[in-house]
């Protein structure tokens, strides 16, 4: 059965959860027209609310797609990331031929940890992006799907034990072997394990795996343990939305509530997204 939530009277969208706290499907709008405020609003609150909203059947160009991140915020361009368009550096490609070159400078170092890419964007800056807009050009036949995982039901789900644990400590979000392959530098920077989302007012854990985290002021084998609890809570299905692409998708999201983790069982073939990154308000005072 269809469920339709939090719609005024007036309001074009129709919204359909995909699970109960993560993932919504939202028809009922044109994204490649300028937004009414009202409309505008309701889709940031459906982000917030579901953490990841999809959009199908989209005619987007990548102007279109430029224009529509526009209207939640400053757009963000990535040092690190293959650029899709020589008119603008807001548009990150996301392809298949990128990956040799992604996987040589993100090459594990001799004393790195193996882990699962469960991982969320710009979170090696000391103020991450808030948003993601990610678009469907190339897609194959089969396989490639998208995990978004709720962080504040990851949260939900550690023992109170390792919560005690985890209460205070700061993780290690480690970019810089990406960034030096482009000429750029920045220092390591650790965010809280355990985060307040300053709009929802949620606990989450907040992890990226493929940034070489270590909890800080614990020894290796402790902190290992304790990211070992997150990725559990990160792998488990009832805290997850896959999303299976299609010609004309659209993925919108929050990424501070949530991680992700790209499926790729696609083998050679081409597969191409193209991404725009929302940048967040200024947090912290040029002291």
């Given at each position: 059965m269809t469920t339709v939530v939090e719609a005024s009277v007036q309001s074009p969208l129709a919204v359909r959860p995909l699970q109960p706290t993560i993932?919504?499907?939202?028809?009922g709008v044109d994204l490649s027209q300028p937004l009414?405020?009202?409309?505008?609003?309701?889709?940031?609150?459906?982000v917030l609310k579901y953490k990841v909203v999809f959009f199908r059947d989209q005619d987007l160009t990548q102007e279109g797609h430029e224009n529509f991140a526009g209207q939640f915020g400053p757009l963000y361009s990535h040092p690190g990331a293959e650029k899709a368009d020589a008119r603008t550096t807001?548009?990150?490609r996301i392809s298949s031929a990128d990956f040799d070159k992604v996987a040589k400078v993100h090459t594990p170092q001799a004393d790195d940890d193996i882990w699962d890419p469960y991982h969320t964007d710009t979170s090696w800056r000391l103020v991450p992006t808030w948003g993601a807009v990610l678009r469907a050009v190339q897609l194959p036949e089969v396989g490639g799907?998208?995990?978004w995982v709720d962080a504040a039901l990851a949260y939900q789900g550690l023992a109170d034990e390792v919560k005690e644990r985890l209460?205070?400590?700061h993780v290690t979000h480690d970019f810089r072997a990406a960034l030096h392959a482009y000429?750029?530098?920045y220092p390591v920077v650790a965010h809280p394990v355990v985060r307040i989302h300053r709009e929802t007012g949620e606990k989450i854990v907040w992890v990226n795996f493929t940034q070489r985290p270590t909890i800080i002021g614990l020894d290796r084998?402790?902190?290992r343990e304790l990211l070992t609890a997150v990725i559990d809570q990160y792998r488990k299905p009832e805290n997850q939305v896959r999303f299976t692409w299609r010609p004309g998708s659209v993925a919108f999201?929050?990424?501070?509530?949530?991680?992700?983790?790209?499926?790729?069982?696609y083998g050679t073939t081409p597969r191409l997204l193209e991404r725009i990154l929302i940048a967040d308000e200024p947090l912290y005072a040029d002291l």
């Open positions: 993932g919504a499907e939202i028809d009414p405020p009202a409309v505008r609003d309701e889709i940031r609150a459906t807001a548009i990150h799907d998208t995990i209460e205070g400590r000429g750029h530098d084998a402790e902190s999201w929050d990424n501070r509530a949530a991680v992700h983790y790209a499926v790729r069982n």
